[in-house]
């Protein structure tokens, strides 16, 4: 078998008809060796020869000599017969565990292949569009973007991984069988599963004993990169994390991290650091997996770390001076779901510990030493590891935000504590150039508590609402989600907070649904104008965020480019998703000009920052809005497009919108339907209530190359398929007008400049 990662071409030729029938053969060795062992209808076995000479009056030499070599001779059958067992446990599984990656490896390149993405026999991933005269005009022919061929590079990788895995775990288990010529073993794995365990708590104990000897930043790079290639193999396997976590001990731990990572003389450069940036984070893995083990050494290992979080971990015993236990140990959260227990009381531990020590947190967190990799003159923040572990694990990310730390007039939420700017509220250490950090990991932090999937899913899914407890998780997501939009209804507290914004537009493109619904109101008119219906409040457990709230949260988040690109895509697609769900004419065009509404409000709030941007840069203001790809400003003399094949292409953009999980409006296989804004989302829509035209459809092709999006779209795609007529149109888009200025209203200060 390969040592190596599988690939392409070795997974789709492997020859599985030679595997079974290895199976067979030894599936009737195994019954044979166990009829010699233990008899059966009568037959001599080698379990009834030895009660034999067990009873015999053995006399003289034979008394000691033969007994004993019949006894040992009836064990080398048994043990014999419980090799090939194990063999044959062995055998079965690979050849289950291969058949069914082959098939996912088939399945995946057929999927792949309409798709235009050809899948090389080295996992080579690449764009199969034809190309000259044998494309023609190119429509209605699928041009894969980027994020579609990493989505598709990734699905392969896994695969060839897994089936990998099996291949290792197999190959290294039937080395161990074979390794006495001369004996039987009585003991062995009888499956791939039982094998791994095993091998996980054996290079957990291998690894103890040479961190055990010390000295670990003197390990050369082939030892180092061992280590590494063993976290790689084995981080997501319980035998070995358990075992090697517990083996260390939690200060063990803690101090094998800041030894490797930290040397005397500093942290480490060159090649040895791209080699230390890899083990930390499958190091962070490992460790993340073995906190959800629940047996009393992991248990105690837990505890014991948490209490560890306040020690000094010194490169050298003789000089107690160093990181603390909080700092370490964060360095190592970056990566893996780490159990939500564990993380709900180290978080609380830790902030504890910091707002209890006078003066800001660089007070409590002194020590500069860099521990993670690659390097950063960054501040030795905790926090900042913990707010990704936060953001990996979304029922602990949201259950730490509501809880509370400090007594009396100075207890705040942590919510409060982490994000808020009143007084009492966190100092964030800062940069060299005086710019606070570490916001970026606290908005991860917050995407996973209001979304409910981990801030870096790569295949996101909106939580499903079939339970009661499903519900009411629902409604914490969405609580806490009104608590952030009031927190952030400013752009200067936004600015203030550098590396949050991206993760703020992500928050509101997935409760899009919630906002507009949130919006649908003027005057209190909420309570009779059927809102309820026409957006599935109760179907998707809506949230009602308050319509001013809204509007100043979307004016707030909306004026930086890329977080306007994000919203304004959430809203093309949940607004032609609505469009879709309503059965009526009527409420197809009024859901419609609600949805140009919003689009007017995102695109106002952008329009003001690119006016304070440019103030009176007439030209450069206008270049920009050009950049952006949306609707113009009218008063600058654009007109909206009265015509039919006026911006009738309806644009999806990728990057930061990509790995997002937009609720739409309709129902699909019985749940609640959702999109990756990299989806097609047209596509399932074409073939239901909403026909849309072949030009829709190129555009959302397109829209992966040029990221454009425009507000008009879907009610024009609705108008065309409908046989509206060329006046229907006209007065369709007067109303579409009015809409998108209603829209720019709400969010307008009046401060616009620059055009």
Do not use: C
């Not at 790689?232 to 803690?254: H, I």
């Not at 780490?338 to 902030?351: I, N, Q």
């Not at 109303?735 to 307008?748: C, H, K, S, V």
């Amino acid at each position: 078998m390969a040592a190596d990662t599988l690939t392409v071409q070795e997974l789709t030729d492997l020859r599985l008809g030679t595997l079974k029938t290895a199976v067979d053969d030894w599936k009737t060795m195994t019954g044979r060796l166990e009829k010699l062992t233990t008899g059966g209808a009568g037959d001599v076995s080698a379990s009834d020869l030895e009660k034999k000479a067990n009873t015999a009056d053995w006399k003289g030499v034979n008394a000691t000599v033969s007994r004993e070599f019949v006894a040992k001779t009836a064990k080398q059958f048994a043990d014999a017969a419980a090799e090939a067992k194990s063999v044959l446990g062995l055998l079965r599984d690979a050849h289950a565990d291969l058949t069914g990656h082959k098939k996912d490896l088939s399945a995946a390149i057929d999927e792949l292949a309409k798709k235009n993405i050809y899948v090389g026999g080295n996992g080579k991933v690449s764009s199969s569009v034809p190309s000259g005269a044998a494309a023609g005009d190119g429509k209605g022919i699928h041009q894969p973007g980027d994020e579609e061929l990493d989505a598709a590079r990734q699905r392969i990788t896994r695969i060839l991984r897994e089936a990998t895995e099996t291949d290792r775990i197999v190959a290294r288990a039937l080395r161990g069988l074979a390794k006495n010529k001369y004996d039987f073993t009585e003991t062995g794995p009888g499956s791939v599963k039982q094998a791994d365990r095993e091998q996980g708590r054996a290079d957990a104990e291998y690894w103890k004993k040479q961190i055990a000897k010390g000295n670990v930043d003197d390990w050369s790079e082939d030892e180092l990169a061992r280590f590494n290639r063993t976290l790689e193999d084995q981080r997501d396997n319980p035998g070995f994390s358990e075992a090697f976590a517990t083996g260390l001990g939690a200060d063990g731990t803690l101090q094998f991290w800041r030894d490797l990572a930290a040397p005397p003389g500093g942290a480490v450069e060159g090649d040895r650091a791209k080699m230390l940036a890899h083990v930390q984070d499958n190091l962070s893995m490992t460790l993340a997996n073995a906190t959800h083990g629940d047996g009393p050494a992991m248990e105690a290992w837990k505890k014991d770390m948490i209490a560890a979080g306040t020690k000094p971990f010194p490169v050298d015993p003789s000089m107690p001076m160093g990181p603390n236990g909080f700092q370490v140990m964060s360095s190592l959260m970056h990566k893996g779901k780490f159990d939500s227990g564990f993380l709900d009381d180290y978080g609380r531990a830790m902030v504890k510990y910091e707002r209890d020590y006078p003066g800001d947190p660089k007070v409590a967190w002194r020590d500069t030493t860099s521990l993670d990799y690659p390097p950063t003159d960054h501040p030795n923040d905790p926090v900042t590891g913990f707010m990704d572990a936060l953001g990996h694990n979304p029922e602990a990310s949201l259950e730490f935000f509501g809880e509370s730390t400090g007594q009396g007039d100075g207890k705040m939420t942590n919510f409060d504590y982490l994000a808020g700017h009143e007084k009492g509220a966190r100092q964030w250490p800062v940069s060299d150039d005086g710019k606070p950090l570490g916001y970026a990991k606290l908005g991860h932090a917050l995407e996973s508590a209001t979304l409910g999937y981990p801030y870096d899913e790569k295949d996101p899914h909106i939580p499903p609402l079939k339970t009661e407890a499903q519900i009411h998780v629902q409604e914490e997501r969405a609580d806490l989600m009104r608590t952030v939009m009031k927190n952030y209804s400013s752009s200067d507290v936004i600015e203030k907070q550098p590396g949050i914004s991206g993760s703020l537009a992500k928050m509101a493109a997935g409760h899009i649904d919630s906002l507009n619904y949130s919006v649908a109101t003027f005057g209190g008119n909420e309570m009779g104008n059927g809102r309820d219906e026409r957006f599935g409040m109760e179907r998707a457990h809506l949230a009602d965020f308050q319509a001013s709230t809204t509007a100043n949260f979307l004016r707030a988040v909306a004026g930086d480019e890329d977080a306007y690109n994000t919203l304004s895509a959430a809203q093309q697609t949940y607004g032609t998703s609505l469009m879709a769900a309503q059965g009526d004419d009527g409420d197809v065009k009024r859901v419609a000009m609600h949805s140009i509404m919003m689009h007017g409000m995102l695109d106002q709030a952008r329009f003001e920052s690119i006016g304070h941007e440019f103030a009176d840069q007439k030209e450069a203001a206008n270049r920009e809005l050009e950049k952006q790809g949306a609707w113009r400003d009218f008063a600058a003399g654009a007109v909206i497009g009265t015509a039919v094949g006026v911006a009738s292409e309806v644009v999806v953009p990728v990057g930061a919108a990509a790995a997002i999980a937009v609720p739409l409006a309709f129902e699909a296989g019985g749940g609640a339907a959702e999109t990756h804004m990299a989806n097609q989302t047209l596509d399932w829509l074409k073939e239901n209530e909403y026909d849309n035209t072949d030009k829709a459809l190129e555009g959302i092709d397109k829209a992966r190359s040029v990221g454009q999006q425009n507000a008009m779209a879907p009610l024009l795609n609705y108008a065309q398929s409908n046989g509206k007529s060329d006046d229907e149109i006209w007065d369709l888009s007067t109303e579409a007008e009015d809409a998108y200025n209603r829209g720019r209203a709400r969010t307008d200060t009046k401060d616009v400049r620059g055009y």
